[in-house]
């Protein structure tokens, strides 16, 4: 009976989240946007719980590979390269339009190569010495990307990057709303369903790592380096695998931001982002896949939902509260409230503890 429970339930979820964009751009395409963001934020994350909730490095810097992957699908897919570099411009006279199946690879291999080169020099660090190393490393990557309009203006500086392709998938332009009889389906929506494509497929993915030989390597290197690499493990190798992996996500998740928003700046891409990507994951529940979700999907819902409270609340103190600044208030007592009332997260592995436990029975 439970089995069929499961099955039900299952099914019950998928046409749930089918017919959400459906349901929410009847009242206003920005609802569908919040939505799609949210799958974003579940793709990042499900990428940075391979490094911090299966191998125990502590990544602030996850944003970066985020970055890379945003900013190489908007050169590959905006007039950026040809309006710069009369070169290409001869080698693509009609404009650099790269299809989706060329990007994406690029993309994730470019993000993939930058985590192996930050993992590299980080074998050695644990803890907060590796938070901190990662830390800097998102930052030298916006600084970075902000600075490297001169001597060749190659990202257009702090102006950013405009002008970028929508995603064109088996002839169907997403950039373009799809009209089916009298039924209209708006663009937010047709992205909808390609952010939750990737992220079932990336869901599957963690979940095949998890069960792997290399997830549970993985996890002996986040319980007990020393005692891991006396068992044989290849720590360093390991290490650099998780890093390589979790940028990938990072690097998929950031083209397909720059393909939904049109534009890039290093303004999307700060320290703020870094820090709310590792508090979906912890505030969810480190290691555990629907724990993740979960967070990222309340993390990155709550401040819009949060927006018609903190406008109400500035009218009562006639205007002395910023809204924003209000807004940012009452996630940062949200999240301190569900950590001390659940301090392994909303929905922590049933597994995790179990040992502590039998120790104290």
Not at 124 to 131: F, I, K, M, Q, S
Request: contains cysteine; hydrophobic residues 55%; neutral net charge.
């Amino acid at each position: 009976m439970k089995q069929q429970q499961k099955i039900v339930l299952f099914f019950l979820a998928a046409a749930a989240l089918l017919i959400l964009p459906l349901v929410l751009q009847s009242f206003g395409n920005a609802w569908v946007r919040i939505a799609d963001m949210a799958l974003l934020f579940v793709l990042l994350s499900l990428g940075l719980n391979i490094v911090v909730g299966y191998a125990g490095l502590l990544d602030l810097g996850y944003v970066a590979f985020f970055a890379i992957g945003a900013y190489v699908f908007g050169l590959m897919a905006s007039p950026q390269l040809t309006d710069t570099f009369p070169v290409i411009a001869e080698a693509f006279p009609t404009g650099l339009h790269m299809p989706l199946w060329m990007i994406l690879p690029v993309s994730a291999g470019m993000a993939g190569l930058f985590g192996v080169l930050l993992g590299a020099p980080t074998l050695r660090l644990r803890g907060d010495y590796l938070a901190i190393v990662t830390l800097g490393f998102g930052e030298i990557i916006r600084v970075f990307m902000n600075n490297l309009d001169q001597p060749f203006n190659i990202t257009n500086g702090p102006k950013g990057i405009s002008q970028i392709d929508s995603l064109h998938f088996f002839g169907l332009n997403l950039g373009k709303k799809l009209v089916i009889g009298d039924f209209e389906i708006a663009s937010v929506s047709l992205y909808y369903y390609l952010f939750l494509a990737l992220v079932l497929v990336s869901v599957v993915i963690c979940h095949r790592l998890e069960l792997s030989r290399v997830g549970r390597a993985w996890m002996a290197i986040r319980e007990d380096e020393i005692a891991a690499k006396a068992m044989g493990i290849n720590t360093r190798n390991l290490k650099l695998l998780a890093f390589g992996m979790g940028a990938t996500f990072g690097g998929v998740s950031g083209a397909m931001f720059a393909a939904f928003q049109g534009f890039i700046s290093p303004e999307s891409f700060s320290l703020m982002e870094s820090v709310m990507i590792v508090a979906m994951v912890v505030l969810g529940g480190v290691g555990h896949l629907p724990g993740v979700i979960l967070g990222a999907v309340l993390l990155s819902a709550l401040p819009e939902v949060l927006r018609y409270v903190a406008g109400p609340l500035q009218e009562a103190t006639g205007g002395r509260l910023d809204a924003s600044i209000l807004r940012q208030l009452l996630i940062a007592l949200a999240m301190i409230s569900v950590m001390l009332l659940r301090p392994r997260g909303l929905w922590p592995s049933p597994e995790h503890g179990k040992s502590l436990q039998n120790v104290k029975s």
